[in-house]
T-cell receptor
């Protein structure tokens, strides 16, 4: 089956530091990946669509300079939360859309990364 | 724009009770419909899906039927267990692009 991993699963950092979260598709290629944010007891909010080799497309209200996205290969996208503040504390979930074969156009979700900013 | 509306929770049931979580959608085109489950502290797991009208998705005793005429995709289970306690999200996706989620419904099952 299609597996998407995220690293780290949990991270605690001090206010003002930057944190990088990795999203990998382990057994399929994904030109397109998506980054979501989930506040406690709420639904998933799409932050941005990440496209391999090009700039990410951000949803309205999401600061692209705050949440840097790099999709450097067909299996890896990274989200960097720059100059993190306590209000950035959240659960970040990525998904990857398969390019080929049985996984084509299906989305698979990672397990999420819980970020706590002190 | 596309949207998903699902019943508000929390839903509290006794073990072996019948479960229904309502979900309706609005979409241009012909979306695929999904139910995801999220256990405490974890990410999303795909529970079931349906890709066209009248399809029935099923998994682990859960079922949902894609009803185009009522734009609905209600989740049902005949006999819930304590281990089914989780948050359930209804979602749609058109053409493999971004997935639109409902607000989520929290289910508590008491022993």
């Amino acid at each position: 089956g299609a597996v998407v991993s995220q690293h780290p699963s949990r991270v605690i950092c001090k206010s003002g530091t930057s944190v990088k979260i990795e999203c990998r598709s382990l057994d399929f290629q994904a030109t397109t990946m998506f980054w979501y944010r989930q506040f406690p007891k709420q639904s998933l909010m799409l932050m941005a669509t990440s496209n391999e080799g090009s700039k990410a497309t951000y949803e309205q209200g999401v600061e692209k300079d705050k949440f840097l996205i790099n999709h450097a290969s067909l299996t890896l996208s990274t989200l960097t939360v720059t100059s993190a503040h306590p209000e950035d504390s959240s659960f970040y979930i990525c998904s990857a859309r398969g390019d080929q074969g049985n996984f084509r156009n299906e989305q698979f979700f990672g397990p999420g990364t819980r970020l706590t900013v002190l | 724009g596309d949207s998903v509306t699902q019943m508000e929770g929390p839903v509290t049931l006794s073990e072996e009770a019948f479960l229904t979580i309502n979900c309706t959608y609005t979409a241009t085109g012909y979306p695929s419909l999904f139910w995801y489950v999220q256990y405490p502290g974890e990410g999303l797991q795909l529970l079931l899906k349906a890709t066209k009208a009248d399809d029935k998705g099923s998994n682990k005793g859960f079922e949902a039927t894609y009803r185009k005429e009522t734009t609905s995709f209600h989740l049902e289970k005949g006999s819930v267990q304590v281990s089914d306690s989780a948050v359930y999200f209804c979602a749609l996706n058109t053409g493999g692009f971004k997935t639109i989620f409902g607000a989520g419904t929290r289910l508590f099952v008491k022993a």
